[in-house]
């Protein structure tokens, strides 16, 4: 049996949908059966993300509400063999599916997967509650902006009253230059905020921004930081030990120069 682990924020547009995708095709390409489920009804984008968004027939509300076999309704990856979407649907609200319903949903999915990926909405009304009623996990992805932070922190007191504890931490979009100016909160600052265990941390990378407009996921690409990142995080789920990557951007090349002529 599979497990199921919710993407969530609290606020928007801290890469959370960007994060779903490119964990579910790395779990996918290491051999895994995965299903991303968009739980983002009315704003559905995980379609988009994996460039699926032209296939859709039937939606997650049309599982629910018996409209439809949950099978008919799940997309097959064009690239990754063992990787499926459930997208959410664009017309309705989010109240046309409850937390009962989700549940149901999740513990059909486990039967058939291996990982079931939820794509958050952000907020913490009916969306957050229904795509963590079915959860045995949670990543929490923020940002290194004070709010976003406070939005975190808010949802894990969110996830440990519903009792999913111990929450995993994605801190995306870090840019080592500016945190080193005082300029972006550092690593340590949001960890001490949020006290939770910390599972990755992407840099900001323009080839997120251009394969997600391609409806591609960069976390096979070999040449990109990002990329690395998110295999990186692939491996801790899986309960590899893998060491953080140094990101420090003067890096490699100055601090190599400085040892040569004897500075440290």
């Given at each position: 049996?599979?497990?199921?682990?919710?993407?969530?924020?609290?606020?928007?547009?801290?890469?959370?949908?960007?994060?779903?995708?490119?964990?579910?095709?790395?779990?996918?390409?290491?051999?895994?059966?995965?299903?991303?489920?968009?739980?983002?009804?009315?704003?559905?984008?995980?379609?988009?993300?994996?460039?699926?968004?032209?296939?859709?027939?039937?939606?997650?509300?049309?599982?629910?509400?018996?409209?439809?076999?949950?099978?008919?309704?799940?997309?097959?990856?064009?690239?990754?063999?063992?990787?499926?979407?459930?997208?959410?649907?664009?017309?309705?609200?989010?109240?046309?599916?409850?937390?009962?319903?989700?549940?149901?949903?999740?513990?059909?999915?486990?039967?058939?997967?291996?990982?079931?990926?939820?794509?958050?909405?952000?907020?913490?009304?009916?969306?957050?509650?229904?795509?963590i009623a079915g959860a045995d996990k949670a990543l929490v992805v923020t940002t290194p902006e004070v709010s976003a932070v406070r939005d975190a922190d808010r949802i894990?007191?969110?996830?440990?009253?519903?009792?999913?504890?111990?929450?995993?931490?994605?801190?995306?979009?870090?840019?080592?230059?500016?945190?080193?100016?005082?300029?972006?909160?550092?690593?340590?600052?949001?960890?001490?905020?949020?006290?939770?265990?910390?599972?990755?941390?992407?840099?900001?990378?323009?080839?997120?921004?251009?394969?997600?407009?391609?409806?591609?996921?960069?976390?096979?690409d070999s040449r990109t930081q990002a990329g690395q990142a998110y295999r990186n995080i692939v491996r801790r789920l899986k309960g590899e030990s893998v060491p953080f990557?140094?990101?420090?951007?003067?890096?490699?090349?100055?601090?190599?120069?400085?040892?040569?002529?004897?500075?440290?």
């Open positions: 049996m599979g497990e199921v682990i919710v993407v969530t924020s609290g606020k928007g547009g801290v890469g959370k949908t960007t994060t779903t995708a490119n964990i579910g095709t790395g779990l996918a390409a290491a051999g895994h059966k995965v299903v991303l489920v968009d739980a983002d009804i009315g704003l559905r984008n995980l379609d988009v993300v994996l460039g699926l968004e032209n296939r859709i027939v039937y939606d997650l509300v049309d599982v629910t509400s018996g409209n439809c076999r949950l099978r008919q309704a799940l997309i097959k990856d064009k690239r990754n063999e063992g990787l499926h979407l459930l997208p959410a649907a664009q017309t309705k609200d989010k109240t046309a599916v409850n937390p009962e319903q989700m549940r149901k949903l999740c513990a059909e999915l486990v039967q058939e997967f291996d990982y079931v990926l939820v794509d958050c909405p952000a907020g913490i009304e009916q969306g957050f509650k229904n795509a894990i007191g969110l996830l440990e009253a519903a009792e999913l504890h111990e929450p995993k931490l994605i801190v995306n979009r870090i840019r080592p230059r500016m945190v080193k100016q005082g300029d972006m909160m550092s690593i340590e600052d949001m960890i001490d905020i949020l006290a939770i265990d910390l599972i990755g941390v992407i840099p900001e990378d323009e080839m997120i921004v251009v394969t997600t407009n391609r409806g591609e996921t960069v976390v096979q990557m140094n990101l420090d951007d003067e890096g490699g090349f100055m601090k190599k120069l400085k040892k040569i002529i004897g500075l440290k």
